[in-house]
């Protein structure tokens, strides 16, 4: 299958492109970076270098793949995130459209079937419902869980408090989502042949609560006794504008963690619960944060 890999050689990206290329499979990997190009070969890849916001290069990109593997990359120095992913959303679709792609798999996050209070993952709401429209189009809209990797943010607060902080901790109860473990179910999905309309697939590698987590990350940095403590919504919207994050990246964090606090982030989660989770657990990225930290 001719296959294209949109958001470079990210997290997700890059373990994708390597699994897809290993299964014969001939992937083209986008990215706005021309250096990426001399990696992008080297996994076998052919590079497109590119906008994701000009769809007439992303036309230009698609013609002729099997599938579309659609992710928009996070940018916290736009001014308005949630435009920035409709636009996004309107390139893609305007692409995919015109080259006639008949399967995508988009790259959308737990809580995306809400209309509000969820911060960032609006965009991933607009983009579900803008891709949605599409004629003819098999889609499928992966919804990971939070990121392990959101988790090295914590790094210098427990280096400088020795804590972790936020307006969600305690007993909340985390889905937790590897890029790997993603990268695995978007390979799965990229190859498969759903009928035309719109699928949803979760994906989650662990579930852990936020107390749980600091007792496995102090562990591995020595600091066994570290707590997760909640802060309320005020005390997080102070904490981060005093780190100098601007206001919309501040609300937009605020009003994300809030949802993760009150539990609506993970209630369509909990509903469709994925068959099998990933591979990569907290013990294990527990010894990544470690090695990193």
Do not use: C
């Amino acid at each position: 299958m001719k296959i294209v890999v949109t958001g470079s050689l990210g997290n997700i990206g890059r373990p994708l492109a390597q699994a897809l290329v290993q299964q014969g499979h001939a992937v083209t990997v986008i990215s706005s970076r021309p250096e990426t190009q001399a990696a992008i070969g080297a996994l076998g890849a052919t590079a497109a270098t590119g906008s994701l916001l000009d769809a007439e290069f992303l036309a230009a990109a698609f013609a002729g793949a099997d599938a579309v593997f659609a992710m928009v990359p996070p940018n916290f120095a736009v001014p308005d995130s949630r435009a920035y992913y409709q636009e996004t959303g309107r390139s893609y679709a305007q692409a995919l459209q015109r080259a006639g792609v008949r399967r995508v798999v988009h790259l959308s996050s737990y809580g995306a079937h809400l209309d509000r209070g969820t911060g960032f993952i609006l965009g991933s709401h607009d983009v579900e419902g803008l891709l949605g429209e599409l004629p003819g189009v098999a889609l499928t809209h992966l919804r990971p869980g939070y990121f392990y990797t959101n988790l090295f943010g914590f790094a210098g607060m427990i280096k400088a408090q020795g804590v972790l902080g936020a307006n969600y901790g305690g007993d909340d109860r985390l889905v937790l989502a590897h890029p790997r473990d993603i990268a695995a179910a978007a390979a799965e999905e990229l190859a498969a042949a759903p009928a035309p309309g719109q699928h949803v697939r979760y994906v989650a590698s662990d579930e852990q609560t936020a107390n749980q987590i600091a007792r496995a990350l102090g562990t591995a940095v020595g600091k066994p006794a570290l707590q997760w403590l909640t802060f309320s919504d005020a005390q997080a919207q102070a904490a981060l504008e005093q780190s100098g994050l601007p206001a919309n990246v501040v609300t937009n964090f605020v009003e994300m963690g809030a949802s993760i606090h009150n539990g609506a982030l993970q209630q369509d989660y909990d509903q469709h619960r994925p068959a099998a989770m990933g591979q990569v657990k907290l013990a294990d990225f527990a010894q990544e944060f470690a090695a990193a930290y």
